[in-house]
């Protein structure tokens, strides 16, 4: 973990991306991950998901984040902070400027400025994360007695960001802050079902008892939580309090109760519509008294209050137990525009308070199950600490490498321009700084792998595994695990492959979590966060259980009843208007691609990750013995030949063959620019045509041939790493990845988005491999380093996982395949742990910047002329041997006289 640099990816803005990632801490694969909040000026709805950037000086809180994308968002979120002094309520006053002692995996370290006393003692913050929770040790200046003029009274908070759909209970003689939030960007269950807990009385309450203007309606119970709509007059508070007193005087809890109305009218919270709120409040809050709760109706949507049962519960407590406590209501930071804040307040003399917090998205009960066992009272901050760096060296530590060092020997001159852009000639210390920078980027590569997907199983109280389903209109709670935040679209090509080598049990869960969202849901999820978002073209998780069907390595998985999952999504004609399945299916079968003409999208990127997808399902189905589908599947996927035009160029120059938009009738769209991204009518995904012209991976000699010879498809990649980053705006329009093309990537080669992350193993089928393993390397050096840190989105671990994976030497071209491509491995030498106590040796002798082609491999003393490897064989572990080469003539001849 000391080489994990956990702020690589995370300088990106809106319009460019260098990872858009977060500085996560917490352990591999948690429900809960925590990260400092600090970018509260967010110009737009969807800038709110752009909340850190490395140079923000002004710290706004903790959160405790799910965001696995800004493009995705968050859920569940809510924030911590600690303050003294007086109580700030808007932005940005809340914040503080703040130095960050340190970032690591397993912990986060912050001093803040604005809390410090003459001397330089300032407030400072450490947080360590458990797989549901996380513990604080807050440390404040020692109390100055006769610093009369100072407020010195001590507070933590905790911050949910709105009044309408999140609740708080806060209780000083226990210490604790209690409540949930409903905070989501979509992905959970809805129902326009009254709220559970409310009943046909509440509508029919006894008119002598309660007259009110219109009828009641009642949110979900929680201690004291709930909230009256009513109609009246703005500028009559006093009968404001009357016609609430009197909707509500049949409730026990109406004896305390507080009005949300402006004096002098204006602006008020408007709950579902037109009418003002009356709040339900255990005890008054401007009395200070313990034990104060506040919250909100549900958000209206029209005429129908629309109710989800996604909740986020926690439970706070502290040591030592607080003074005093309170509430504070609509809070801003701008990010949270109507918030409300929880707070315990402490004497001046204390000096240190611990925080230990556990979450659950099952129920209340639940967060407290999870408290007591991950982090007891009696186990200290510096315990837990040790617990969580224990866990992330355990993970990262399944691979071991070296490269040339400056540890002995003679100087040894490297070409490092696949590194600084620039050839020059450097000594062995030079080598050594380039060693370790490349460990650097490997094991913060490593650190983002194992994040995503995220595991939202929790365990009861019998150490049972359960989960909250949000594919469950009823919002129930099932046995087993689930699994959430991971788009197939670009997960399916590198995040998978590499947790089935090395991190095995995990991607067994993982797997088995997507087969119970499918049996809760019905269908595969393709981008699920926390339940299905649908969003992106295709069904690409039907790849993965594909995969994960003919790799047969995940304990109790039912095999049938995964081959069904992805059958559902191959073969069922997608429900009108659902976010499941392959949309334009109907379409795909008739003319064997989605028409340009027709109702879909992305037609030709989604045609091509549906033949993708189909050869995967082919490989499943062959080994289940199901000949027909096999047989029915492999036909579908090589229906790409439909798309291919042999004659399609960029204009003038260049090598033609492009795959472009096809109208029902079997004739190519009349216009066509190679360049345009999105195609000239949103016929492709998140590029242009250049980006897809080699989406073929299941079959590269066939698209060789389609070319008219390996060395016709050899000189269009090697175009398209060479020629210039043009690119149009076409119907997608700008986005940030045409900036990072051109600011980050070579030529057409766009590894900043995922379309293209297979090219480079391409080479090898059309003939010519060395000229992919200098690009691969190239690739490695350029693309990963502390400079560029990712070249775009980092997409939920794929763009880590692709780095591991090739500086490895390996990759997998087709889910579903028993095998992995050979590339050109970074390392000297590679030890990789691939379970059960079995090791994997990777040895490349020799090996620099400037030897980038395989001479020759082997496995276990066995030659693969093929430049390919068996998982199954490397799963059992074994020693992978490289011959390296500075030359690409040597390595090439070597590579057609073995394979001949």
Request: aromatic share 12%; with cysteine; hydrophobic share 35%.
């Amino acid at each position: 973990e000391d080489y994990v640099d956990v702020l690589m990816g995370t300088r990106s803005r809106i319009d460019l991306s260098d990872g858009n990632v977060l500085p996560f801490i917490g352990r591999p694969w948690a429900m809960n991950l925590w990260a400092p909040q600090t970018n509260n000026y967010a110009p737009n709805a969807a800038g709110k998901a752009w909340w850190f950037h490395p140079d923000d000086r002004e710290l706004y809180g903790i959160r405790c984040t799910h965001q696995p994308s800004p493009w995705i968002n968050d859920y569940g979120n809510f924030l911590i902070n600690s303050e003294i002094g007086p109580m700030w309520e808007q932005y940005p006053d809340k914040a503080s400027s703040f130095h960050s002692v340190s970032y690591r995996p397993y912990q986060y370290d912050v001093q803040l400025d604005a809390h410090c006393d003459g001397l330089g003692n300032c407030l400072t913050i450490n947080l360590t994360g458990t797989e549901h929770g996380a513990i604080l040790k807050i440390t404040f200046p020692p109390y100055d007695k006769d610093a009369t003029g100072w407020d010195q009274t001590r507070r933590v908070w905790l911050m949910v960001g709105d009044n309408s759909t999140d609740a708080i209970d806060v209780n000083a003689d226990a210490g604790t802050i209690t409540g949930w939030t409903q905070a989501n960007n979509g992905g959970v269950p809805k129902s326009h079902e009254p709220a559970p807990g409310a009943s046909a009385a509440d509508d029919d309450a006894d008119d002598d008892q309660c007259e009110s203007t219109m009828t009641v309606k009642k949110s979900v119970g929680y201690s004291g939580n709930d909230v009256y709509r009513f109609q009246v007059n703005d500028t009559d508070p006093d009968g404001a309090a009357k016609v609430c007193l009197q909707q509500c005087c049949a409730d026990e809890r109406c004896k305390a109760w507080t009005i949300d109305l402006p004096s002098g009218g204006g602006d008020r919270f408007n709950c579902s519509g037109a009418f003002p709120c009356c709040w339900i409040k255990s005890v008054a809050e401007d009395n200070g008294a313990r034990g104060s709760h506040v919250s909100g109706y549900k958000k209206g949507f029209g005429p129908q209050t629309l109710v989800t049962h996604f909740h986020h519960y926690f439970h706070l407590e502290t040591t030592p137990k607080a003074s005093k406590a309170g509430i504070k209501q609509k809070v801003s930071d701008h990010l949270f525009d109507s918030g409300i804040l929880g707070y315990l307040e402490f004497a001046p003399e204390v000096s240190e308070v611990t925080v230990r917090i556990a979450t659950s998205f099952i129920s209340p009960d639940m967060a407290k199950v999870a408290l007591a066992r991950e982090l007891p009272a009696n186990k200290s901050f510096e315990q837990v600490a040790m617990d969580s760096k224990k866990r992330w060296n355990e993970v990262l530590s399944t691979i071991d490498v070296t490269l040339p060092s400056d540890d002995s020997g003679d100087d040894l001159e490297i070409d490092l321009s696949a590194k600084e852009g620039v050839h020059v000639s450097t000594k062995r210390s030079q080598a050594s700084e380039y060693a370790e920078a490349r460990k650097k980027t490997l094991y913060s590569s490593m650190y983002r792998a194992s994040l995503f997907p995220r595991s939202l199983a929790e365990i009861d109280g019998d150490g049972h595994v359960v989960h909250y389903s949000a594919y469950d209109e009823q919002g129930r709670t099932f046995p087993g695990e689930i699994a959430a935040d991971s788009g197939f679209w670009d997960a399916y090509r590198t995040v998978y492959q590499l947790g089935a080598l090395i991190h095995p049990e995990q991607y067994a869960k993982m797997i088995q979590g997507w087969m119970n969202a499918y049996r809760e849901q019905g269908w595969l999820p393709g981008w699920p966060s926390p339940g299905e978002r649908g969003a992106m073209a295709a069904t690409m998780q039907d790849c993965v259980v594909a995969d994960a069907i003919v790799r047969d390595m995940v304990p109790g998985l039912d095999l049938n009843e995964a081959y069904k999952a992805i059958a559902k999504d191959a073969f069922t004609v997608q429900p009108p208007g659902a976010k499941k399945g392959r949309e334009g299916l109907d379409e795909y079968l008739k003319y064997g691609y989605l028409a340009a003409d027709g109702k879909a999208s992305d037609q030709v990127a989604a045609s091509l990750n549906f033949m993708l997808c189909d050869y995967s399902i082919s490989l499943a189905a062959a080994k289940l013995g199901r000949d027909d589908d096999a047989k029915a599947l492999a036909q579908r996927a090589a229906n790409w030949r439909k798309l291919f035009d042999r004659t399609a160029t960029g204009g003038s120059h260049g090598v033609p063959g492009f795959f472009r938009p096809k109208l029902m009738n079997g004739t190519f769209e009349s216009s066509f620019d190679v360049y345009a991204w999105g195609g000239l009518n949103h016929e492709y995904t998140e590029a242009a045509p250049y980006q897809y012209r080699f989406y073929v991976p299941h079959d590269p000699e066939g698209l060789a041939e389609a070319y008219g010879g390996g060395d016709v498809m050899c000189k269009a990649l090697e175009e398209m790493m060479t020629t210039a980053p043009t690119y149009h705006l076409g119907s997608w329009g700008l986005h940030h990845e045409q900036v990072e093309m051109v600011e980050f990537c070579f030529g057409q080669y766009e590894h900043n988005n995922q379309p293209v992350h297979h090219v480079l193993y391409m080479f090898k089928g059309a003939g010519c491999p060395a000229q992919g393993q200098k690009w691969l390397r190239y690739a490695q050096d350029n693309l990963y380093n502390e400079r560029v840190g990712y070249s775009g989105d980092e997409d939920n671990g794929e763009m880590s996982s692709w780095f591991v994976l090739s500086s490895l030497g390996l990759y997998q071209l087709v889910p579903g395949s028993e095998f992995y491509e050979i590339g050109s491995p970074t390392w000297e030498t590679a030890t990789v742990k691939v379970g059960d106590d079995k090791v994997l040796k990777i040895n490349a002798p020799g090996n620099s910047p400037d030897t980038p082609y395989v001479k020759s491999v082997s496995f276990n003393g066995t030659p693969l002329n093929a430049l390919r490897v068996k998982f199954s064989d490397l799963r059992q572990g074994g020693e992978l041997q490289f011959e390296m080469t500075g030359d690409a003539d040597e390595a090439q001849r070597f590579y057609e006289a073995r394979r001949g």
